[in-house]
């Protein structure tokens, strides 16, 4: 069983950065793909960013955000930049086992098995 626990939200003037962590528990997170959704009020949950075999991003965020992650802290990172009042929404970290063969990226909530609690990301025009 894997726990997230995701910090860094708040909030941010448009034009701003933030950069949001997420810390997981267990000692093979080196095996873990790991994604960011983000879900804004009365919509759904959209993809934002995975990492595996390699790095992945909506496009509404391609060039903005960036996603990274340290394997010896256990933990993966959302730099946010030039944020946009349309970013605003509660981010959520999710991950799910790396399968054997690199295959296509995960972009839909339901293909990942673990997730955090969710961080408060709110962007002011």
């Known amino acids: 069983q894997v726990q997230l626990v995701e910090s860094g939200g708040g909030l941010v003037q448009a034009g701003g950065s933030l950069r949001l962590s997420c810390a997981a528990s267990g000692r093979t997170f080196s095996r873990y793909l790991m994604g960011w959704f983000r879900q804004a009020p009365g919509k759904e949950r959209d993809f934002v960013a995975a990492i595996g075999w390699s790095s992945y991003y909506a496009d509404s965020v391609k060039g903005r955000f960036f996603i990274s992650r340290d394997n010896a802290k256990n933990t993966v990172y959302l730099q946010m930049n030039s944020l946009k009042p349309e970013d605003t929404a509660v981010y959520y970290c999710?991950?799910?086992?790396?399968?054997?063969?690199?295959?296509?990226?995960?972009?839909?909530?339901?293909?990942?098995?673990?997730w955090g609690q969710g961080t408060q990301v709110t962007v002011s025009s």
């Open positions: 999710a991950g799910k086992r790396l399968p054997p063969i690199a295959g296509a990226v995960p972009t839909t909530p339901n293909e990942y098995d673990y």
